[in-house]
């Protein structure tokens, strides 16, 4: 039985989706303020956060920001802001997925199942991978990239594109779909996006962004990782 921690300062928000999942076989743990969540996720094992932006200690984006210190945990942000803007800093904090209230609480359990599914199968692929004789490696587990031998900075959202494709080498992925697994499937805005990201992160690391050795364009259709 997965568990999900429920973060609102509201105790009736709380208590409504506590129930719906309940209701749809999780169990729960609540916490009504930011500091509260963070001390909660490093006690225990969390298999989802929703998590409320506007909190009265912490911002839902500084909890957030925190939590990515301490764990990879799927995070749902709830929020009032419908705005895209709001939604694509919530996504590049690190948040799976981004829901507006008022809500439809079975959505919330709706796009929970999502998420979870989502990264449940991803968790089940390799903690560490290396191509090149360790030209390149990824260690999912500290959620660090190493580019011979030194750790490299990557945004939450290059590191998600870049573990997406290198788990699945060969694969060619439409910019639907990279949206999807690395923004969500709630994102709003230009799909062209993830061609900046393709870029800043060949700019990390390819030797040669020009003439990229792992992150490659398939014409008119996405892009496929092809290291070995």
Do not use: W
């Not at 743990?29 to 009265?56: C, F, R, S």
């Not at 500084?62 to 803007?85: H, Q, Y």
């Amino acid at each position: 039985m997965k568990t999900v921690l429920v973060v609102d300062d509201e105790a009736k928000i709380r208590e409504v989706i506590v129930s719906y999942l309940h209701r749809a076989g999780y169990r729960t743990a609540e916490a009504g303020t930011g500091l509260e969540a963070i001390h909660i996720i490093e006690q225990q094992n969390m298999n989802m956060v929703v998590l409320d932006l506007m909190l009265p200690d912490l911002s839902g984006e500084e909890v957030c920001r925190s939590v990515r210190k301490l764990s990879s945990v799927p995070i749902i942000m709830l929020t009032a802001k419908s705005s895209a803007s709001s939604k694509i800093n919530g996504l590049t904090l690190g948040a799976d997925d981004y829901i507006v209230k008022p809500f439809d609480p079975n959505e919330l359990v709706a796009r929970i199942r999502t998420v979870l599914r989502r990264t449940e199968g991803e968790s089940l692929l390799a903690d560490r991978m290396s191509f090149d004789n360790d030209a390149l490696t990824l260690d999912a587990v500290q959620h660090k990239v190493y580019v011979h031998q030194s750790e490299i900075g990557l945004t939450p959202n290059e590191y998600k594109l870049l573990l997406v494709m290198a788990r699945h080498p060969q694969r060619m992925f439409t910019r639907e779909e990279l949206i999807e697994k690395v923004l969500g499937f709630d994102y709003v805005g230009d799909e062209r996006t993830i061609d900046q990201h393709i870029k800043n992160l060949r700019q990390k690391v390819e030797a040669d962004p020009k003439k990229p050795r792992y992150i490659v364009t398939v014409f008119g259709k996405g892009y496929r990782f092809q290291g070995s």
